[in-house]
C-alpha cells in the first residue's frame, strides 16, 4: 500500500483501487465536545503517539472531516459527504453558511461530480452528509448527478422523524432532495457495491451505521465512519461518544473491531482521523495503539 499526500489531498492505493481522502474540514477540538466524561488530561498516558498529529500542543483534539474518493476498475465511490456550503439551521453555528472548496479539491482529485456512480454515507449525520446536495437557484439539488445515492433502509427509519429541529434541517436539506430527485437505491446493512467495496454493519453510533471495506489483490482496508472517532479509542474503546445512539452497543462494536484487526495488515482508514489518516493497529503489552 502507497500513500503520498498533497495539502487538501492525500492519496493511497489498495491493490488496484485508487483511494483519496479529500478534505473538507480540519479544526481543534475540546474531548469534552465528544466524549460524555473526557478532558485534556486523559490524553497524557498516549500523548507519546497522539501527538503531534491527532493532539495539538494544548491536548485538542484534530479532527479531519474528509471524503473517501474510490476509484475501482467498475465504479468512481464518494463515502461520506462531508459538512456541505450554505446549510442552514445545523446543530453548530460555525458550519451555517459555510464556503468551502470542497468541490475544487476534489477536481484536484481528477474527480467532476457528473462522474460519480455510487455515494454512500456511512450514517446520515450532518458532517457525512453536507455536499450531498447543493444549492442552485434557491433549491437543494443532488451535486452529483449521474450519483445512485446508496440509502440505508434502517438509518432512514431511525432520521425520518426526528424531532429535533437540527436533525430535521439535516434531513430536509441533505436527505430528502436525494429521494425527491429519484437517485437513491434503498440498501441493507450488508451490501457490496461491486466485488472490492462492501458495507459492513457496525451499529451503536446510529442504528444504520457502516464501515466499508475495501478488498483488492490480497490487500484490505477498512473505513471506519464513527465507529471511533478519534485514534485515542483504539487504546481506550470503552470511551464513550456523546453521539452515540446505543452507547453500550457502540463500545462492544469498536472494540470487536479492534480486536479483529490487531496486529493485521489491514490498513485503517479513519472518517475522522487527521493525516496521516491511514495507520495500522498494533499490540504493545497490554495496550493496543497506532502504528502509522
Known amino acids: 500500500m502507497s500513500e503520498s499526500s498533497l495539502p487538501s489531498v492525500q492519496s493511497f492505493a489498495i491493490g488496484n483501487i485508487q483511494l483519496a481522502k479529500v478534505l473538507d474540514s480540519l479544526e481543534p477540538t475540546s474531548p469534552r465536545f465528544l466524549y460524555v466524561d473526557k478532558r485534556k488530561d486523559d490524553f497524557d498516558p498516549h500523548l507519546e503517539w497522539l501527538q503531534p498529529h491527532f493532539v495539538d500542543p494544548e491536548k485538542r483534539m484534530l479532527l479531519s472531516i474528509h471524503t473517501f474518493l474510490i476509484q475501482t476498475k467498475h465504479h468512481t465511490i464518494l463515502i461520506d459527504t462531508c459538512i456541505g456550503n450554505e446549510k442552514q439551521n445545523l446543530a453548530f453555528a460555525q458550519w451555517n453558511g459555510r464556503q468551502g472548496f470542497y468541490l475544487r479539491d476534489l477536481a484536484a482529485a481528477s474527480c ?21 446536495t447543493r444549492l442552485q437557484d434557491g433549491r437543494w439539488t443532488p451535486t452529483f448527478p449521474n450519483a445512485k445515492y446508496l440509502f440505508n433502509k434502517r438509518e432512514w427509519e431511525h432520521w425520518q422523524n426526528e424531532p429535533n429541529p437540527e436533525d430535521q434541517a439535516v434531513v430536509q436539506q441533505n436527505i430528502v432532495p436525494i429521494i425527491e430527485a429519484g ?34 489483490n490480497g490487500q484490505e482496508a477498512v473505513i471506519t465512519g464513527d465507529m471511533m472517532v478519534h485514534p485515542v479509542q483504539i487504546a481506550e474503546p470503552q470511551w464513550q461518544q456523546q453521539a452515540d445512539v446505543d452507547k453500550a452497543l457502540a463500545i462492544e462494536t469498536r472494540t470487536q473491531f479492534i480486536d479483529q484487526h490487531c496486529d493485521s495488515d489491514t490498513l485503517i482508514l479513519g472518517t475522522h482521523f487527521n493525516t496521516a489518516t491511514g495507520v495500522h493497529i498494533v499490540s504493545k503489552g497490554e495496550q493496543k495503539r497506532i502504528k502509522q
Open 112 to 132: 467532476a461530480p457528473e462522474s460519480v456512480d455510487y455515494v454512500f454515507c456511512t450514517h446520515m449525520h450532518l458532517d457525512h452528509t453536507g455536499w450531498s
Open 183 to 216: 437517485q437513491v437505491e434503498w440498501v441493507d446493512n450488508a451490501w457490496g457495491i461491486d466485488d472490492e467495496v462492501t458495507l459492513i454493519p457496525t451499529p451503536g453510533h446510529t442504528p444504520g451505521h457502516c464501515r466499508v471495506l475495501l478488498r483488492s
